[in-house]
């Protein structure tokens, strides 16, 4: 599976994104879907993540009822939506695929498949 993930840019605080991850391959809805974040010098750490068939969602404590992600009707793309936005949200956004359910798959190790990232920049 290769993943494209695009829609990052720059917003001013309270703003919002909707980021997409594209997949190649008919494979893409037997995986579970995670997205990571990462700054400079800091580790890839873990967002949100949505199930195979897209009935279970889950997120950080940072972005829980800020964040939502979903699944394209597709089958080929999953989204995160991101709404009032900070500046501490600022980072390089990853999609990634994966086969563990919860809690293994709030864990970088856990997916094969990661997509290019892209970058949001959350300006005050």
């Known amino acids: 599976v290769q993943l494209q993930a695009s829609g990052g840019g720059l917003v001013q605080l309270g703003g919002s994104l909707r980021l997409s991850c594209v997949a190649s391959?008919?494979?893409?809805?037997?995986?579970?879907v995670g997205w990571f974040r990462q700054t400079p010098g800091k580790e890839r750490e873990f967002v949100a993540g949505?199930?195979?068939?897209?009935?279970?969602?889950y997120y950080s404590d940072s972005v829980r009822g800020r964040f939502s992600t979903s699944r394209g009707n597709g089958k080929t793309t999953a989204y995160l939506q991101m709404s009032n936005l900070k500046p501490d949200d600022t980072a390089t956004y990853y999609c990634?695929?994966?086969?563990?359910?919860?809690?293994?798959?709030?864990?970088?190790?856990?997916?094969?498949?990661w997509g290019q990232g892209t970058l949001v920049t959350v300006s005050s």
């Open positions: 391959g008919h494979t893409f809805n037997t995986y579970t």
């Open positions: 949505i199930s195979r068939t897209g009935g279970t969602t």
């Open positions: 990634a695929a994966g086969s563990a359910d919860p809690p293994l798959s709030l864990q970088t190790s856990s997916y094969d498949f």
